[in-house]
C-alpha cells in the first residue's frame, strides 16, 4: 500500500505550486511540557521553543511577502484581526502554546511599522520593538486538560462517557491489560515514586508513557529513579501501549460517538472554511491549539489510519493538522472564486514543523486523491462533524442543563437518550489521585467556541498586557480555569 501512495503524494507536491491558497485551518498541539502525572503542567522552555519554530515554518509557508504557499490577501507584517482566528482551551499549556506560534506567525514589525502620529505630532512606538496583538479565543475543552488525564478534553458528553467506559471492558483493552502485567511491573522501579503498585498497568498506559517521555526528556532524576532500566526497547513498548490504549479511547469504528472531539474539530473546520468562502476571503487564518486526543479522533474518522498506521499513534508534541482552501481560478481584487472552483489538501505533520521537517499530504477519507473538490470535502465531513449546541445535545443524548429543550430554544434534544441512566460516573477508583487514574472519557472534548476572548501580547516576551471579557461573552459563564487568575500571565 505504501508504494501505491509515495507516487500520488509526488505529484500531489509538484501540482500543488501554480494554485492560489485561499485559507487555512491549522489544527496543533502543544509544545513540550512538564508530565501529566506531576499537575499543574507547563509548557517547558522546550516546548516554548517547538511552538515558535512551527509558528515561523507557518509564516514563511502562508504569510511571509515570499511565502511559498502564501494566501491570498493575507498581510504580511502587521496583523490585521479580521483576517486570523486564534483559539486554544482555558488550558495554561494550550494558551501558552497558542500565544508562542502567534509570536513566531507574526513577529514584532520593529519601529517603522510599529508605530504611529498622533494628532499632535508625538511618534508612538508599541511595546517592545513592534509586539503584535492577537486575541485568542477561549475553546471550552476541558479546563485544563493536560493537568488530569483522566479529564483531558472535557468529559461532558453522556454517550462518550458511555463509549469511553465501554473502552475498558473491551476485550482489546482486557486482553492486552492481561498481557502486559510483567512488562509494568517491570517498569515499576522507574515509576514507582509516582505510581503505586496498583497502579502500575495498562490502565494507565498513557500517564506511564508520558512520565517516562519527560523523563528521559529532561533531568527529572527525583522523579525518576533506576532510569538505565529505560531501553529503547521498553520505552518504545511503552509507547506503542500508550498508542493502542489512547487510539482505542480515541476512535471505535463502530460506536463513532466515541470520536465526539474529532466531530467537533470537523464541524469547527467546515465551518471555519466555509466562511473563508461565503465571506469572500475576509477571515483567512485559523489557528486552534488542543489535545492529541482530538486529533486521533480525528484520524480515525476520517480513515486517515487507512491511509498510513502511524495515524493510530498519539501525535509528538507540536504536531500539526492543516487543511487549505485553494484554487485554480481567477482570484483578484474584483473576482473571488465560487465554491465549484475551490478544494481542500489535508496536511499532517508530526512534530515540531520546520524547513527541515514539512508536512506532508494526506488523501482524506479513503478516497486515495487530494485536493478534493470543496463540496465533496466538506459533505464527506458532514457525515461525522458535528457542530453547534443542539447537534451535541443529540448526539451526546444530554438533555438537560445546556441541553434542555428551554436552554436549546424549544428544540427537542432528547434524541438518543435511551442509555444515558447507565452509568457514566468514573467512581471506582476509590484512592486513585486524579491524575494517575484511569483515563475515562479522555477524548471526549465539547469544542463550543465561547466568545470569550483573551487579548494577549505577542511576540518576544510572552507578557500579558490585559484581558478582558468582551461583548459578545455568552451565558455559558462556566468561569474557565485560568481566566480571573491571572494563569495566562502567570505561567510565563
Ligand atoms: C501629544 O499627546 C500625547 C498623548 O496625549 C502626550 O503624551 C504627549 O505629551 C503630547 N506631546 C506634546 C508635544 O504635546
Ligand atoms: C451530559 O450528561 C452527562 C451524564 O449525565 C453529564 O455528566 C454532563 O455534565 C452533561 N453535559 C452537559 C453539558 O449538560
Ligand atoms: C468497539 O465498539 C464495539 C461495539 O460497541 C464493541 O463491541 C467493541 O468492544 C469496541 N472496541 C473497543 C476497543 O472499544
Ligand atoms: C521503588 O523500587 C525500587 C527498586 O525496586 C525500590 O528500591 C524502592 O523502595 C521502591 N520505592 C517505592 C516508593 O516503592
Ligand atoms: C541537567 O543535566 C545537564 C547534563 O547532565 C546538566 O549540565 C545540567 O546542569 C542539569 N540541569 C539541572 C537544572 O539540573
Ligand atoms: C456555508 O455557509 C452558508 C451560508 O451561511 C450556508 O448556507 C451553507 O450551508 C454552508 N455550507 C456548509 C458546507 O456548511
Ligand atoms: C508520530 O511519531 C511517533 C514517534 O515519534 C509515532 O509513534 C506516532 O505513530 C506518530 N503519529 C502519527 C499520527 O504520525
Ligand atoms: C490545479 O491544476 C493542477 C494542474 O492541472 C492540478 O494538478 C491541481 O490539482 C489543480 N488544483 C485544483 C485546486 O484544482
Ligand atoms: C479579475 O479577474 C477576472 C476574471 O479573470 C477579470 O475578468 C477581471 O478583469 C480581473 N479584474 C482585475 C481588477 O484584475
Ligand atoms: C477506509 O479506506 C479504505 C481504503 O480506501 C476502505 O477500504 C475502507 O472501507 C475505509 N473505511 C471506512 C470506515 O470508511
Known sequence: ????????????????????????????????????????????????????????????????????RQIYGLNTDVVKQSQITASAPADAV?????????????????????????????????PLSGYQLIPL???????????????????????????????????????????THDFYNGLSPMINLTFAPGQTSFKNAYTIFDLLNVASIHNSSTKFPNADLLTPETFFQARTL???????????ESDPIRAVTGSIIAGEV???????????????????????????????????????ADFYGVPDYASSLSWELVTNATVNASSFPSEDDISVRFYFHNGTTSASSEPREFPLFGTGRSPLPWNEFASKMGTFSISGQKQWCTACGNSTGVCSSSA??????????????????????????????????????????????????LAGGLKLVSKKRLARTTSIDSAPPGMGRGHVGAKV
Request: net charge negative; glycine share 12%.
Open 1 to 68: 500500500m505504501h508504494s501505491t501512495i509515495l507516487p500520488l503524494l509526488t505529484t500531489l507536491v509538484s501540482s500543488a505550486a501554480a494554485e492560489t491558497v485561499l485559507g487555512v485551518y491549522i489544527f496543533s498541539r502543544h509544545g513540550d511540557r512538564t508530565a501529566k502525572s506531576t499537575p499543574p503542567s507547563s509548557l517547558t522552555d522546550l516546548g516554548y521553543a517547538e511552538v515558535f519554530t512551527s509558528g515561523s515554518y507557518y509564516r514563511n509557508r502562508y504569510v511571509a511577502d515570499d511565502a511559498s
Open 94 to 126: 494550550l494558551q501558552n502554546s497558542a500565544m508562542g506560534f502567534l509570536q513566531g506567525l507574526y513577529p514584532p514589525v520593529g519601529p517603522t511599522l510599529g508605530s504611529s502620529t498622533l494628532r499632535n505630532g508625538t511618534v508612538v512606538e508599541s
Open 137 to 179: 479565543e477561549q475553546v471550552t475543552t476541558g479546563a485544563n486538560s493536560e493537568n488530569s488525564a483522566w479529564l483531558q478534553g472535557a468529559t461532558n458528553c453522556a454517550n462518550a462517557q458511555i463509549s469511553s467506559n465501554n473502552y475498558f471492558t473491551s476485550s482489546q483493552y482486557l486482553t492486552t491489560l492481561a498481557n
Open 242 to 252: 500508550a498508542d493502542q490504549h489512547e487510539f482505542g479511547l480515541a476512535y471505535n
Open 408 to 457: 436549546l430554544g424549544g428544540g427537542d434534544a432528547s434524541a438518543g437518550t435511551s442509555s444515558a441512566g447507565s452509568s457514566s460516573d468514573n467512581t471506582g477508583n476509590g484512592g486513585i489521585s486524579k491524575a494517575v487514574a484511569g483515563v475515562i472519557g479522555a477524548m471526549v472534548t465539547l469544542g463550543v467556541v465561547l466568545g470569550i476572548e483573551l487579548f494577549i501580547l
Open 270 to 308: 467546515v465551518e471555519a472554511l466555509n466562511n473563508t468562502i461565503t465571506g469572500n476571503g475576509k477571515n483567512k487564518f485559523n489557528i486552534q491549539f488542543g489535545a492529541y486526543a482530538g486529533m486521533m479522533s480525528f484520524f480515525g474518522l476520517a480513515n486517515l489510519t487507512s491511509v498510513d
